[in-house]
């Protein structure tokens, strides 16, 4: 069975900063790349980072830029959303999810593109108080 389960959300203050974690299982993590998503209330849903299964090259969305570091443990089949300098606009449930598609899973993330991915996870919420 595929399995995205994500943990490490929370409330934080606005300036904090919140680890998420993501652990795969049921697929062969090595062929996918896995993204990071979030879905604030009333707003659709905006990819914001992914990693390369390949070479773990990773990209980022403008709106957390510079803030937000992806990063996979290849050993446990987790990545890892390390997030700094949070604001209330980021506040979402957020999502892992993964794509045999590496390309198609860049798009989503950089170009704000609209589209599916091959698993999800379930989310964890995120709220940034101010």
């Known amino acids: 069975e595929v399995q995205l389960v994500e943990s490490g959300g929370g409330l934080v203050q606005a300036g904090g900063s919140l680890r998420l974690s993501c652990a795969a299982s049921g697929f062969t993590f090595d062929d996918y790349a896995i993204g990071w998503f979030r879905q604030a209330p009333g707003k659709e849903r905006e990819g914001i980072s992914c990693i390369s299964s390949i070479d773990n090259n990773t990209w980022y969305a403008d709106s957390v830029k510079g803030r937000f570091t992806i990063s996979s443990d290849n050993a446990k089949n987790t990545v890892y959303l390390q997030m700094n300098s949070l604001s209330p606009e980021d506040t979402a449930v957020y999502y892992c999810?993964?794509?045999?598609?590496?390309?198609?899973?860049?798009?989503?993330?950089?170009?704000?593109?609209?589209?599916?991915?091959?698993?999800w996870g379930k989310g964890t919420l995120v709220t940034v108080g101010s």
């Open positions: 999810a993964a794509d045999k598609d590496q390309v198609h899973t860049i798009m989503l993330v950089t170009t704000g593109r609209r589209g599916g991915m091959d698993y």
